[in-house]
């Protein structure tokens, strides 16, 4: 770009100026997670954030990232957790994770290996009784 005047007496004057747009180097990384749901199981949304980095790629602490949602780590469930920035650029970096619990054995089972637990574990309890009330006598 060219800057230029032309004063009173007809003399120009001109300065020239480049200008470089650079792409943002803003970013935020997280990491998923799979807890196990118990009374004693804890969870911060620190603890899955890996690292993030202003508009000119230099690191950001933790305080300046947003995190919307909760993890209820004593219930089960697929829990959303969105960390976002935003740079100096005004652009809006987001980073959706998805703390998992891992599956419960029963989730697997179809109806008929249901059914057949259940009918073991009724034979087992039927013939524990008479064991227990046979050898108690």
């Given at each position: 770009m060219t800057y230029s005047y032309t004063d009173a007496g007809g003399n120009q004057?001109?300065?020239?100026a480049t200008i470089t747009v650079v792409s943002s180097k803003a970013s935020i990384k997280a990491k998923d997670s799979t807890?196990?749901?118990?009374p004693d199981t804890k969870w911060n949304a620190a603890d899955?954030?890996?690292?993030?980095?202003?508009?000119?790629?230099?690191?950001?602490?933790?305080k300046s990232v947003?995190?919307?949602?909760?993890v209820d780590p004593t219930k089960p469930g697929d829990y959303e957790v969105t960390y976002s920035y935003t740079d100096a650029g005004?652009?809006?970096?987001?980073?959706?994770?998805v703390p998992r619990h891992p599956p419960c054995a029963l989730c697997n089972l179809t109806c008929t290996d249901l059914r057949q637990r259940l009918c073991d574990a009724n034979f087992f309890f039927r013939n524990s009784y008479k064991y227990a009330a046979f050898s108690a006598i």
């Open positions: 004057v001109s300065a020239k807890l196990v749901a118990g899955n954030f890996v690292s993030a980095t202003d508009a000119d790629g230099n690191g950001i602490d933790f947003n995190v919307s949602g909760s005004g652009n809006v970096l987001h980073r959706l994770l």
